[in-house]
């Protein structure tokens, strides 16, 4: 069974960190990309960072040189390094992983989210 299971997520004031990790298990971690993305509320699921099977990362633009996307194949886990949150920031944040097929697509695997909320 196919688990992505975030955690880390919280309440923290304008400036603040937070450091949200997503465990996978029943895949083959090492061969998926894997990526953040967050739902504000009232808004669209947007892209946060995304890092590949070779350790490539791609952030939104919004968030480069404050968020950092890690993976550690040992553990099966990802993460996301928060600095100099913004309120901007408050939204569910999903873990994604993608393994990408023969023809092109992406076999894709949800978590159930983490709340974080950014407030003075």
């Known amino acids: 069974q196919v688990q992505l299971v975030e955690s880390g997520g919280g309440l923290v004031p304008p400036g603040g960190s937070l450091r949200l990790s997503c465990t996978t298990s029943g895949i083959l971690f090492s061969l998926y990309a894997m990526a953040w993305y967050r739902q504000p509320p009232g808004k669209e699921r947007e892209l946060v960072a995304a890092?590949?099977?070779?350790?490539?990362?791609v952030y939104a633009d919004s968030v480069k040189g404050r968020f950092a996307i890690t993976r550690d194949n040992a553990k099966n886990t990802i993460y996301l390094q928060m600095n100099s949150l913004q309120l901007a920031d408050t939204a569910v944040y999903y873990c994604?992983?993608?393994?990408?097929?023969?023809?092109?697509?992406?076999?894709?695997?949800w978590g159930r989210g983490t709340q974080v909320t950014v407030s003075p």
């Open positions: 994604n992983g993608c393994l990408e097929t023969s023809d092109g697509e992406c076999l894709n695997h």
């Open positions: 890092i590949n099977s070779g350790s490539i990362t």
